[in-house]
């Protein structure tokens, strides 16, 4: 090995080093802001909004989409290490999905060409990918969990939204009057806050100069 390659060698460990570093960071970023949950005045008190996608969101941008993935992966962990299931990890499995429904497309987008354009469009994509697919899976997988979590059917949990809405009268306008709007809320939100942060911030994932 000539020291040209070696030298190249070396730097690229350092890189998955440091990667690795900010993957683990940015995912107990996320877990801590996963603690912090906002009541909504549209869905049943079980649905509460937090920005813990931000920093996933962030990362996703700063470090590649399988970096994104790693983040929320990291974050989903922490959180079972800390606060356990109560789904039987049901939950806790579709919660990732839904935060790589958010963060995956938006950064494959961005990956594409690292524009501000670019970032928007992504994430538009994103909100859109992650409300539909929080929609099919709150109707067929958490709601059913967590109402065997908590010995309820599914009719008492949409009760819960038509104490809040009297518009929702079953599955099907649950899901359009209480998990969709949800959904594009915290895509919004957690989108527009990345917008502002990500400047700020980006350096120094990467390792730049400010």
Excluded: H
Excluded at 61 to 81: Q, W
Excluded at 109 to 114: A, E
Excluded at 148 to 158: C, H, K, N, S, T
């Amino acid at each position: 090995m000539n020291g040209n390659t070696k030298t190249a060698a070396q730097g690229a460990e350092k890189g998955n080093l440091r990667t690795m570093v900010m993957i683990a960071m940015l995912g107990a970023i996320s877990m801590i802001l996963m603690m912090f949950e906002i009541p909504l005045w549209f869905a049943p008190s079980f649905y509460e909004i937090d920005l813990s996608e931000v920093p996933v969101l962030i990362g996703t941008f700063a470090l590649g989409p399988v970096s994104g993935a790693l983040i929320e992966l990291v974050k989903i962990l922490l959180k079972l290490v800390i606060k356990g299931t109560n789904t039987a990890f049901v939950g806790d499995i579709a919660n990732y999905v839904i935060g790589c429904a958010l963060v995956l497309p938006a950064g494959v987008i961005y990956k594409r060409k690292k524009t501000k354009k670019n970032a928007i469009i992504g994430m538009a994509a994103g909100t859109a990918v992650m409300t539909v697919a929080g929609c099919f899976i709150n109707a067929y997988i958490l709601l059913p969990a967590y109402g065997r979590a908590f010995g309820m059917p599914i009719d008492a949990l949409v009760g819960m939204g038509t104490a809040v809405n009297p518009a929702i009268t079953g599955l099907g306008t649950f899901v359009l009057l209480a998990v969709a709007p949800f959904n594009i809320l915290k895509g919004v939100a957690v989108s527009a806050l990345t917008l502002v942060l990500y400047k700020y911030i980006s350096p120094l994932l990467k390792g730049q100069q400010l």
